[in-house]
Every structure is written in C-alpha cells, then in structure tokens.
C-alpha cells in the first residue's frame, strides 16, 4: 500500500451512496471506495462529468445524474444503492460549491439571490441526502454511517481573499445539523461526521488557483507538505475511515484536512 492510502479492504461489502460524486473530492472519494472493496452508487450534476466518471469507475460503481438540490435526487440515489448493492451502510454529501455567481459576498454586498441560492446549493442539498439516508437506515434497522462535507470556513474565516458569508454560513449550518443528528440518532447506531477541507483544487477552487496573490497566502496558510493547495486525494483516507467499521465508535466529529490552515496566521503578501 502506498503511502497515504486507503486500507485496501476497509470498505469490503459496504454500500455506499456519494451525493456530489462525479468530480473533484467527490469523484477521488468514489474511486478510493471502489478501490477499497465497496459498492458505489455517485450522483453528479452534469452529464458530462455523469459520463466521464462512469468510465473512469467502470462497472464497480452506478453513476447516476441528477440535481442535489432537488429532494427526489437523494431519494433515488439510495433507492438504486439499494437495488444495485443489496441496502445502504453510508453515505458521502460532498455536492455543494460558490454562490458568488449569484451574489454571495460579504454581508454589505450580499444579495437576496445569492443568499438563497447558496444555502440551498450546500445546505438544503445536504439535508435532503441526509434525511433520505437516515430513513432507509432505520427502515433496514442495521445503523450506518453519514459523511458530510463542510469547510475550514465555517468556523475558521479568512476576510481578505475568502469573504462569502452566505457559503461560510451554509458550512457552520452543516456542522450543527452534522452535530445534533449524531446526538439524536446514535441510539439507534447511525453515526454522523464532517471533513473541513481548507483549499482543494477542484473545479470549484479556479478563482483562487489561478490568482498568484492569493497563492502566495495559502503558502504561510496552508504550511503543512509543501504548503500548496490541497488535492482531492488528500480527503480519501479520511473519507474511507469514518464510511468503515473503523469509526464505529466515533460520531458527532469535525475533522479538519486543511493542510495546517486552521492553526495557523497566513501573510497578506505585500503587493503596492
């Protein structure tokens, strides 16, 4: 196993349902839990990545399109996961994105479009999956596993380069209703996590990439490997951890992958 691996039989039998998986984190996740033996049902957004990430997964996994922001996507999602795989033990939340399109931005300037838009991109998708996931595992009455994505900005903001309040807002929401449906449902053996990534490079992360100033931020911000912008990969052992028998005992939990950002100042690099 290389380093920084998932285990390669952690997830051997488990059924797994990706909400957000047919590029960037999502799509990595997908084929580390292909990988690690388990069945895949991943839903994205656009047909093209739908198409591109059913060949690159092959017949290990069920690629499916649909719109996170509809409540029947999740609900289909896990009713094929069901079909194709025998039942549902996890599911990944990972769809979500920028609302600065539509006007997301600091409080002052944040439109009523843009609020709307981005707590329902990242938010409302992730209480449709959720609630969708939660209902098969209590009609399967076995428990399982719920993993949703979140992001260093909900807790730990950077004002400078990263000032969206609506999405910052939707990322904390994410946490408290991660957090008090561990509590409500451990009972009944579901556990509940979140992974906060600081910067990854993913289609969503383009702005930032390719800005040299802001590059040079995430140098003294991110300082951990080579202090660079993450990668995809760098969530997958992660991800297969808290989706495996390994955090059976584990719930209610944040973990930050975030290359050292929330512990640490980042330097405005000086550009007059």
Same mark, same amino acid.
């Given at each position: 196993?290389?380093?920084?691996?998932?285990?390669?039989?952690?997830?051997?039998?488990?059924?797994?349902?990706?909400?957000?998986?047919?590029?960037?984190?999502?799509?990595?996740?997908?084929?580390?839990?292909? *990988?690690?033996?388990?069945?895949?049902?991943?839903?994205?957004?656009?047909?093209?990545?739908?198409?591109?990430?059913?060949?690159?997964?092959?017949?290990?996994?069920?690629?499916?399109?649909?719109?996170?922001?509809?409540?029947?996507?999740?609900? *289909?999602?896990?009713?094929?996961?069901?079909? &194709?795989?025998?039942?549902?033990?996890?599911?990944?939340?990972?769809?979500?994105?920028?609302?600065?399109?539509?006007?997301?931005?600091?409080?002052?300037?944040?439109?009523?479009?843009?609020?709307? &838009?981005?707590?329902?991109?990242?938010?409302?998708?992730?209480?449709?999956?959720?609630?969708?996931? !939660?209902?098969?595992?209590? &009609?399967?009455?076995?428990?399982?596993?719920?993993?949703?994505?979140?992001?260093?900005?909900?807790?730990?903001?950077?004002?400078?380069?990263?000032?969206?309040?609506?999405?910052?807002?939707?990322?904390?929401?994410?946490?408290?209703?991660?957090?008090?449906? *561990?509590?409500?449902?451990?009972?009944?053996?579901?556990?509940?996590?979140?992974?906060?990534?600081?910067? !990854?490079?993913?289609?969503?992360?383009?702005?930032? *990439?390719?800005?040299?100033?802001?590059?040079?931020?995430?140098?003294?911000?991110?300082?951990?490997?080579?202090?660079?912008?993450?990668?995809? /990969?760098?969530?997958?052992?992660?991800?297969?951890?808290?989706?495996?028998?390994?955090?059976?005992?584990?719930?209610?939990?944040?973990?930050?992958?975030?290359?050292?950002?929330?512990? /640490?100042?980042?330097?405005?690099?000086?550009?007059?």
């Amino acid at each position: 196993m290389s380093r920084g691996s998932p285990n390669a039989r952690a997830l051997a039998g488990t059924r797994l349902a990706i909400i957000g998986g047919t590029a960037g984190v999502g799509l990595s996740a997908a084929k580390a839990f292909v *990988a690690a033996g388990a069945c895949v049902v991943a839903v994205g957004l656009k047909p093209e990545t739908v198409a591109s990430a059913q060949r690159e997964l092959g017949d290990a996994a069920l690629v499916l399109q649909g719109d996170a922001t509809q409540p029947e996507t999740a609900v *289909a999602a896990v009713a094929r996961a069901v079909a &194709a795989c025998g039942g549902l033990d996890g599911l990944y939340h990972v769809a979500g994105g920028s609302g600065r399109r539509w006007g997301d931005g600091p409080l002052h300037e944040l439109t009523d479009a843009g609020w709307d &838009a981005t707590l329902n991109l990242n938010l409302t998708s992730m209480f449709y999956s959720n609630r969708a996931a !939660v209902r098969q595992f209590l &009609a399967q009455g076995s428990g399982g596993s719920v993993l949703n994505m979140s992001s260093v900005l909900g807790y730990s903001p950077s004002p400078k380069f990263f000032a969206t309040h609506a999405y910052a807002t939707a990322k904390a929401a994410i946490i408290g209703l991660t957090k008090t449906s *561990a509590a409500h449902y451990a009972p009944h053996n579901i556990r509940f996590n979140v992974l906060a990534p600081a910067l !990854v490079e993913t289609p969503m992360a383009q702005r930032a *990439a390719n800005d040299p100033t802001i590059l040079a931020f995430i140098k003294t911000k991110q300082p951990l490997d080579g202090s660079r912008i993450g990668q995809p /990969s760098d969530l997958d052992a992660a991800a297969v951890y808290f989706l495996s028998d390994a955090s059976k005992f584990t719930t209610g939990q944040v973990l930050a992958v975030d290359g050292g950002w929330s512990v /640490s100042e980042g330097q405005i690099p000086d550009v007059s």
